[in-house]
Structures are given as structure tokens and as C-alpha cells.
């Protein structure tokens, strides 16, 4: 069995500013107090604070202003889609919100790939599709079923839609778990994602926008259900 990494005090020090920061015991826009003031009061040294900072700078949350001092960023005005993830850690409220834009993308996906897709593509999701029914456990089908959409985006021939859908599947990859409910049994989930696949295939704009539609309405009740 592979040892689990330990968690180091840079890691538990970057948790703890991050919910700082998240919970609004830092708001965004203020500075942080200085450096000694802040390493004290976490009873770290000044060069584990600056590797923390260096995490959460290049996460999006801190910006640094040399002679002027470290400032919370304001994240939801200036952040981007990358912050999703580690939004979503610090409280899964976001995933309603994540599954909101999943909706409208996936049906507007499923649209576009029913008007571009060509034969390799139609070959390549009737492929995908039939490995969701033959995953061997719920952990499987839920990744075969993510391939399926994958591949969806990639069928519009449009990157922005294929790097669109890896950025919502990532932001609820952290609590994945909690939302395997559509996904307990291979052979519903494939019979479940058949539709939209098969209105893909046949061309179908129509007939994929709305089986979309139905497909990603009824996996996200079952996935908050889960998650409740």
C-alpha cells in the first residue's frame, strides 16, 4: 500500500489563511497585517508565511505590492474559473451554483456537437457510451461518463467548450464521492446517457439540446440528494 503524503506546516498553514480569507476574517481589498505581526499569531516563521503567500498568490486569492504589503484579492470580481476547485472545498453552496452553468453548457454542447460532429466522432461516443455500461464499479462509470461528455465538447469542434467542460467536472472533482448517486448502477447510467448520445449521433440538434436537458436535470437532483 502507497503511503499517504503528510501534510507539511506550509499545507496546514495555507489551509488556514485560505478560510481566513474565504470566511471574510480577511475581506477582500484589506491587507494583510505585516508579515512578523502575522507569522507570530500563527506561531510560524516569516519564511513558512512567504511560501503560504506564494501558494495562495498564484491561486488567485493574494496579490503583493513590494513596499506596500500583501492584499486579499478581490477574487470574485477579478478571479477566474480556476478558483473553482478550491471553492468548492471550502463550501459545497458552490456546487449548486457549478451545476447551474453545467446545465446550460451541457445542453448547448449537446446542440453543437449533434450539428458538427463527424463519423469519427459519432464512432467515438457510441464507443464511450457502451464503456459506461460495462464499468466494473461506480468509481469507473462515473470517469466513463465524464469521457462521454468530453468527448461531447470535443464534437463542437470548439476548444472553448472542450476547456469549459474540464473546468466545471474539475470544480466538483473535490468532493467527486459525495455525488456518485447517478452512477451505482452502469447499466441505468448508460441507459440514462443513451438518449443525448444517440440524438447525437443522428444529427439531431433538437432532439440532443432537450435529451441533454433532461439528462443533466435529473443526475443533478440525484447528485444534491447525495450531497444533502
Same mark, same amino acid.
Given at each position: ?9 506550509? =499545507? ?9 480569507? $474565504? ?54 470580481? $477579478? ?13 459545497? =453552496? ?32 457510441? =464507443? ?44 466538483? $472533482? ?55
Amino acid at each position: 500500500m502507497e503511503a499517504l503524503p503528510r501534510e507539511t506546516i506550509v =499545507d496546514v498553514l495555507e489551509g488556514r489563511l485560505r478560510e481566513d480569507i $474565504l470566511t471574510g476574517r480577511h475581506p477582500a481589498g484589506s491587507y494583510l497585517p505585516p508579515e512578523r505581526t502575522l507569522a507570530d499569531g500563527y506561531g510560524v516563521t516569516r519564511t513558512t508565511l512567504k511560501h503560504a503567500f506564494g501558494r495562495l498568490t498564484q491561486a488567485g486569492l493574494l496579490e503583493t505590492r513590494h513596499g506596500v504589503g500583501t492584499r486579499v484579492r478581490d477574487y470574485l470580481r $477579478l478571479g477566474g474559473a480556476d478558483l473553482l476547485p478550491m471553492l468548492v472545498r471550502h463550501s459545497p =453552496d458552490w456546487i449548486r451554483e457549478v451545476f447551474e452553468v453545467r446545465r446550460g453548457i451541457g445542453a448547448l454542447i449537446a446542440e453543437r456537437a449533434a450539428t458538427r460532429a463527424g463519423g469519427r466522432q459519432r464512432a467515438e461516443l457510441r =464507443d464511450l457510451l457502451a464503456a459506461v455500461g460495462e464499468a466494473a464499479d461506480t468509481d469507473a462509470v462515473q470517469l466513463a461518463d465524464i469521457e462521454v461528455h468530453r468527448a461531447l465538447a470535443r464534437a463542437t469542434g470548439n476548444r472553448v467548450y472542450v476547456l469549459l467542460t474540464n473546468t466545471l467536472f474539475n470544480a466538483y $472533482l473535490p468532493v467527486r464521492a459525495a455525488l456518485s448517486g447517478p452512477f451505482t448502477d452502469a447499466r441505468v447510467a448508460r441507459e440514462r446517457l443513451a438518449p443525448v448520445v444517440e440524438a447525437v449521433v443522428a444529427g439531431d440538434r433538437a432532439g440532443a439540446r432537450s435529451a441533454a436537458e433532461r439528462y443533466l436535470t435529473v443526475t443533478e437532483r440525484i447528485m444534491l440528494e447525495g450531497l444533502a
